[in-house]
T-cell receptor
Framework: GESVGLHLPTLSVQEGDNSIINCAYSNSASDYFIWYKQESGKGPQFIIDIRSNMDKRQGQRVTVLLNKTVKHLSLQIAATQPGDSAVYFCAENIGYKLSFGAGTTVTVRA | GAVVSQHPSRVICKSGTSVKIECRSLDFQATTMFWYRQFPKQSLMLMATSNEGSKATYEQGVEKDKFLINHASLTLSTLTVTSAHPEDSSFYIC??????????????FGPGTRLLVL
């Protein structure tokens, strides 16, 4: 079946720099996408979402971009901080279910 | 708002015993709750969807008699791992969708329960 996948399993970024995490999805029926952050030993934490009728959405220090033409989703984190170190998952919503990608581990260097 | 709790946070049990995990939505009513399993360094895998007052819907490959789900109210769902074995050791996470939410409704996740079967 179709699923969400992530480019690059790990990302190392210098504190203060911007981070970009990418995600490819293959199900054209997906209508809603969410980025989650998961710290070690904890449950996923909602970061930001975007609906399929949008191509960009901004939050506090985060921006999600959606390119439906190439089925690509990205999460940009501005001025990355040590507290941003975690695993980031994109998830696509199909009906009422979420399908998660493999996850990208972000490590922030001091 | 949108806080989901799980209890216990960590459990160690002997092989052959059953373990119950509770998932509660604390400040909202959840029409639907979901149970996921996550192995180390892997993604979340949906196990089942739980609707209040009806039978759970299990994903392919998940044994319904092994993982019993009860959704007793709009704020509580339980997962019971029956006759647990070491291969059931994992991180179990629940999530909840708000009542009257459409399909584009965010799922809010609990903190997870670490199960270790000896």
């Amino acid at each position: 079946g179709e699923s969400v996948g992530l480019h690059l399993p790990t990302l190392s970024v210098q504190e203060g720099d911007n981070s970009i995490i990418n995600c490819a999805y293959s199900n054209s029926a997906s209508d809603y996408f969410i980025w989650y952050k998961q710290e070690s030993g904890k449950g996923p934490q909602f970061i930001i979402d975007i609906r399929s009728n949008m191509d960009k959405r901004q939050g506090q220090r985060v921006t999600v971009l959606l390119n439906k033409t190439v089925k690509h989703l990205s999460l940009q984190i501005a001025a990355t901080q040590p507290g941003d170190s975690a695993v980031y998952f994109c998830a696509e919503n199909i009906g009422y279910k979420l399908s998660f990608g493999a996850g990208t581990t972000v490590t922030v260097r001091a | 708002g949108a806080v989901v709790s799980q209890h216990p946070s960590r459990v160690i049990c002997k092989s052959g015993t059953s373990v119950k995990i509770e998932c509660r939505s604390l400040d909202f009513q959840a029409t639907t709750m979901f149970w996921y399993r996550q192995f180390p360094k892997q993604s979340l895998m949906l196990m089942a969807t739980s609707n209040e007052g009806s039978k759970a819907t299990y994903e392919q490959g998940v044994e319904k008699d092994k993982f019993l789900i009860n959704h007793a109210s709009l704020t509580l769902s339980t997962l019971t791992v029956t006759s647990a074995h070491p291969e059931d050791s994992s991180f179990y996470i629940c999530s909840a969708r708000r009542l009257a939410g459409g399909t584009q409704e965010t799922q809010y996740f609990g903190p997870g329960t670490r199960l270790l079967v000896l």
